[in-house]
């Protein structure tokens, strides 16, 4: 049984710092594209990171310089190391699985979690 469990969100203030972690197990972590996106309420979902199979990453504009994507193949564990945060950062974050990194990025996955909430206060 595949399962992807995000952990690390909370309540920071704008400027503050957040490390969230994504749990994996039932399938072969290494053999998968892995990737963070976000929603907000009434928001559209948005596509944040995204790590390849040989640790490439990808990163939404708006979140650029500012959030780090990677992953411990050892420990079937993906991160997104969160700097700078801004109060439009606010939204849950989902961990995704899926074959190619452009695909995880706009949200076309095989497996997701159940999602961390993340708030931003100005």
């Known amino acids: 049984q595949v399962q992807l469990v995000e952990s690390g969100g909370g309540s920071v203030q704008a400027g503050g710092s957040l490390r969230l972690s994504c749990a994996a197990s039932?399938?072969?972590?290494?053999?998968?594209?892995m990737g963070w996106f976000r929603q907000a309420p009434g928001k559209e979902r948005e596509g944040v990171a995204a790590?390849?199979?040989?640790?490439?990453?990808i990163y939404a504009d708006s979140v650029k310089g500012r959030f780090t994507i990677s992953k411990d193949n050892a420990k079937n564990t993906l991160y997104l190391q969160m700097n700078s945060l801004k109060p439009e950062d606010t939204a849950m974050y989902y961990c995704a699985a899926g074959r190619r990194v452009d695909w995880v990025l706009r949200g076309w996955y095989d497996y997701r979690g159940q999602g961390t909430q993340v708030t931003v206060s100005s």
């Open positions: 039932g399938y072969t972590f290494s053999s998968y594209c």
């Open positions: 790590i390849d199979r040989d640790g490439s990453t």
